[in-house]
């Protein structure tokens, strides 16, 4: 069976902080894909970063960076120095290769901003 | 700005309507995809289109059809619903089912059933 979970419901922090959101899956699945979406109000759901199950080095993009753990079935993702704009909900996702490669969504993660 | 357009943003319908939803893409995307999200709740699957052929219904009801007209085009028909539909209503694509190619989604049609 194929599970997201996004135990953190909602988080606010102030402007600047830095804030982990937690995601962690479960699959039977080998071969597999995590991703992180940013929903913002507006509504479109923008893909983040993807990374698959044979690769778990770190990576960083200007604020952003992902810790991606098999050993703990983790890929939290982490926001440095947080913006107003970084306000969003955040969903992660898992595609594994044994379920016809259907998105799996954990319930997600609202972040508030507060300036 | 997003590269798959849907339209209409916002459309109001009483339960005996037909009304249509449409979504554009042109970044050649082989696979397009219909998902439903009430508020404060992750997306949910509903249609699927690979290559221009329905490859997966999620057990939805029949007052939702969709049809991909080609390949840039995917467009979801309504009739008969329910307000318990009311929700926004996603259009996404990816280079191919079967890839583990991010969806890239459109804005949404946020659709109220009166």
Known sequence: ?115 | DTEVTQTPKHLVMGMTNKKSLKCEQHMGHRAMYWYKQKAKKPPELMFVYSYEKLSINESVPSRFSPECPNSSLLNLHLHALQPEDSALYLCASSTGQGTFSPLHFGNGTRLTVT
């Open chain 1, 1 to 115: 069976a194929q599970k997201v979970t996004q135990a953190q419901t909602e988080i606010s922090v102030v402007e600047k902080e830095d804030v982990t959101l937690d995601c962690v899956y479960e699959t039977r699945d080998t071969t597999y894909y995590l991703f992180w979406y940013k929903q913002p109000p507006s509504g479109e759901l923008v893909f983040l970063i993807r990374r698959n199950s044979f690769d778990e080095q770190n990576e960083i993009s200007g604020r952003y960076s992902w810790n991606f753990q098999k050993s703990t079935s983790s890929f939290n993702f982490t926001i440095t120095a947080s913006q107003v704009v970084d306000s969003a909900v955040y969903f992660c996702a898992l595609s594994g290769s044994n379920t016809g490669n259907q998105f799996y969504f954990g319930t997600g993660t609202s972040l508030t901003v507060i300036p």
